[in-house]
């Protein structure tokens, strides 16, 4: 079989160039000035992609943290107020989406949950990042699975148990380990 996989128009694997992926994550701390500045760094570096991070907060948040009271660079806040404080809705992927776009650079996310996959599914995002966290989580490989989109398995600290069963409801056709 090919090793050779398709991240939108670039294609990564063996006897290809190096695909660079710069991590924005949440490290814009839901502000877009601090994203476009993060983009155009990754686009003076030369990275084919930036990758953020996409979550739900009521989801990925367990229910036992939501009202637990924390430090935030905003002042004291419960932990889903900082949840939601720091995640980008519709309007935000829209500027990032054409923001990207107009940089001459590819992006895209790792969903932290189903919705999160369909969120991001409104976009023409070449792929979904699966974080090692989220390896175990069937329901989200099979969301993924389904977008058709190249899922990129991050395998972190799992066990090769875990890796071939991930690779197994993903699919190895567009996988890239």
């Given amino acids: 079989p090919s090793r050779v996989r398709a991240i939108g128009?670039?294609?990564v694997g063996q006897?290809?160039?190096?695909y660079v992926t710069?991590?924005?994550?949440?490290?814009?701390n839901g502000e877009l000035a601090n994203a476009k500045k993060l983009i155009d760094a990754?686009?003076?570096?030369?990275?084919d992609a930036v990758k953020f991070q996409k979550r739900t907060p009521?989801?990925?948040?367990?229910?036992?943290?939501?009202d637990v009271e924390r430090?935030?660079?905003?002042?004291?806040m419960t932990y889903?107020?900082?949840?939601?404080?720091?995640?980008?809705?519709?309007d935000e992927y829209q500027v990032i989406d054409d923001y990207c776009a107009e940089k001459g650079i590819q992006w895209f996310a790792s969903p932290w949950d189903t919705e999160s996959v369909e969120?991001?599914?409104?976009?023409?995002v070449p792929a979904h990042k699966i974080a090692s966290a989220c390896l175990t989580d069937d329901e989200l490989l099979r969301a993924i699975r389904a977008s058709g989109r190249t899922a990129i398995l991050s395998t972190g600290m799992s066990t090769p148990a875990q890796i071939r069963h991930a690779v197994e409801v993903l699919g190895s056709r567009n996988v890239i380990l």
């Fill in 119 to 124: 969120f991001l599914n409104g976009f023409d």
């Fill in 80 to 90: 889903i107020e900082y949840r939601h404080r720091i995640e980008f809705g519709a």
């Fill in 15 to 18: 006897g290809q160039p190096v």
């Fill in 9 to 11: 128009d670039k294609l």
């Fill in 42 to 47: 990754a686009v003076l570096a030369g990275a």
């Fill in 71 to 76: 430090d935030t660079p905003w002042g004291r």
């Fill in 22 to 28: 710069g991590e924005i994550g949440i490290n814009h």
């Fill in 58 to 66: 009521e989801v990925c948040t367990p229910r036992d943290q939501w």
